[in-house]
């Protein structure tokens, strides 16, 4: 299948400083890549859809100006989470599709602490 | 958005027996189901999935069938063992290729 690579798989910060997570699709363009945030034993849940040479689409709730999606080429998206405070601390996953309507590729994910 | 429920979020089962996991969604347009095995720390795995204009499918111990009708679907797993002990996620996907998650089934396989 393709493959979507995401970096860092961890990161740790201080509180008030700026990540950023890249997801790169290795061997298929993605014009449409995904960002899901994942708590403790709890559901992945669709932070935003990054279009290539577009402004992202947010879903309800998700703040934009926090969680900053640049997706500049067809192989990379990036996800900046500006101003991190504790509460940001999560999972974050990206996904990309080779075609509509089929198996989405996972990223490696990458396990955020704020301290 | 896309509405998916999960049931139950917990399984226990013992070795060889079966475990089913249902999902039901709310839109009608949405049109790829898969679901995904996800172990602690992981990405999510897909270990099946089923098109809407398919009923039923199966592969070796694991089956999803799906009624759209209804707007249900349910992933079956025959013979289980320890190694299939994990979480199971059911996804909808509208045409845009965005996928909403269910809220996830921890499975136990008591050997």
């Known amino acids: 299948g393709a493959v979507v690579s995401q970096h860092p798989s961890r990161v740790i910060c201080k509180s008030g400083t700026s990540v950023k997570i890249e997801c790169r699709s290795l061997d298929f363009q993605a014009t449409t890549m995904f960002w899901y945030r994942q708590f403790p034993k709890q559901s992945l849940m669709l932070m935003a859809t990054?279009?290539?040479?577009?402004?992202?689409?947010?879903e309800q709730g998700v703040e934009k100006d926090k969680f900053l999606i640049n997706h500049a080429s067809l192989t990379l998206s990036t996800l900046t989470v500006t101003s991190a405070h504790p509460e940001d601390s999560s999972f974050y996953i990206c996904?990309?599709?080779?075609?509509?309507?089929?198996?989405?590729?996972f990223g490696q994910g990458t396990r955020l602490t704020v301290v | 958005g896309e509405n998916v429920e999960q049931h139950p979020s917990t399984l226990s089962v013992q070795e060889g027996d079966s475990a089913v996991i249902k999902c039901t969604y709310s839109d009608s347009a949405s049109n790829y189901f898969p679901w995904y095995k996800q172990e602690l720390g992981k990405r999510p795995q897909l270990i099946i999935d089923i098109r809407s204009n398919v009923g039923e499918k199966k592969d070796q111990r694991i089956a999803v069938t799906l009624n759209k009708t209804a707007k249900h679907f349910s992933l079956h797993i025959t013979e289980t063992q320890p190694e299939d002990s994990a979480v199971y996620f059911c996804?909808?996907?509208?045409?845009?290729?965005?996928?909403?998650f269910g809220t996830g089934t921890s499975l136990t396989v008591i050997p």
């Open positions: 996904s990309a599709g080779a075609l509509r309507g089929t198996e989405a590729f």
């Open positions: 996804a909808a996907s509208m045409p845009g290729n965005q996928f909403y």
């Open positions: 990054s279009n290539e040479g577009s402004k992202a689409t947010y």
